[in-house]
């Protein structure tokens, strides 16, 4: 797996490179001090993740964040130094598969790089949602009685729809499964369906539109895990 780092501290770079180097499945490819870099690397060296920093000089990470997985097919991890970072909804708007914080510890990393790569959300279902919900709802409020209905929603069947709305409640998808009583490779083809007919790179940014659109509500949260 090809691993672009996008930082403008060369420390940062440095240490995520060492940490990188010690894994035989993958490979550093380059490295970029800023948004401007990172795009230019991105086309170039055709990674299949890319470590982004949002807060750099000339071109954000933002801004990068959304060239990149615009005219590429590589996946984005922000990296954030706050876990509700004000900065972390529009990177996920602009396309990245989720956000790593860079306190994280060396086997996060790793496997986060692993599981993006892979083509899966980076974050936990739960997590997700508490981090959009949260972000969504500080960031652009939405009445309750007042949904803002996305036309791409009309593409999808009325078990596709239910399966994006259990998604966006934190449910995994072996939950999603028993709540709409169907078998957990019944739910992933569903999943796989409506990110195809949404035009979505992954499950975080299925997420996303959930939330935007009004179809799951800022707060709305699953039912609590039985033991």
């Given at each position: 797996m090809r691993v672009l780092i996008a930082d403008d501290q060369g420390l940062v770079r440095d240490g995520f490179a060492m940490i990188l180097s010690t894994q035989?499945?993958?490979?550093?490819?380059?490295?970029?001090?800023?948004?401007?870099?990172?795009?230019r690397a991105a086309r170039e060296l055709h990674p299949d993740v890319v470590l982004m920093d949002v807060r750099m000089p000339n071109v954000d990470g933002i801004e990068a964040t959304a060239a990149i997985c615009r005219d590429t097919r590589a996946k984005v991890l922000v990296l954030t130094t706050f876990d509700l970072d004000e900065y972390v909804y529009d990177a996920l708007r602009a396309g990245a598969s989720g956000f790593l914080l860079k306190d994280m510890r060396r086997a996060e990393l790793i496997e986060a790089v692993r599981v993006v790569a892979a083509g899966e959300a980076l974050l936990a279902p739960t997590v997700t949602?508490?981090?959009?919900?949260?972000?969504?709802?500080?960031?652009?409020?939405?009445?309750?009685?007042?949904?803002?209905?996305?036309?791409?929603?009309?593409?999808?069947?009325?078990?596709?729809?239910?399966?994006?709305?259990?998604?966006?409640?934190?449910?995994?998808?072996?939950?999603?499964?028993?709540?709409?009583?169907?078998?957990?490779?019944?739910?992933?083809?569903?999943?796989?369906?409506?990110?195809?007919?949404?035009?979505?790179?992954?499950?975080?940014?299925?997420?996303?539109?959930?939330?935007?659109?009004?179809?799951?509500?800022?707060?709305?949260?699953?039912?609590?895990?039985?033991?």
């Open positions: 035989p499945d993958l490979e550093l490819v380059g490295e970029a001090a800023d948004g401007a870099e990172a795009i949602r508490r981090l959009i919900a949260d972000v969504v709802g500080r960031a652009h409020p939405v009445p309750a009685a007042a949904p803002r209905p996305d036309a791409r929603l009309a593409a999808l069947t009325a078990r596709e729809t239910e399966t994006l709305r259990q998604v966006a409640r934190g449910l995994s998808n072996a939950e999603i499964g028993r709540e709409l009583y169907v078998t957990e490779h019944t739910v992933k083809t569903h999943v796989s369906s409506l990110l195809s007919k949404l035009g979505l790179r992954d499950r975080v940014q299925a997420v996303v539109l959930a939330y935007e659109s009004g179809l799951v509500q800022p707060g709305e949260t699953a039912p609590p895990a039985h033991s």
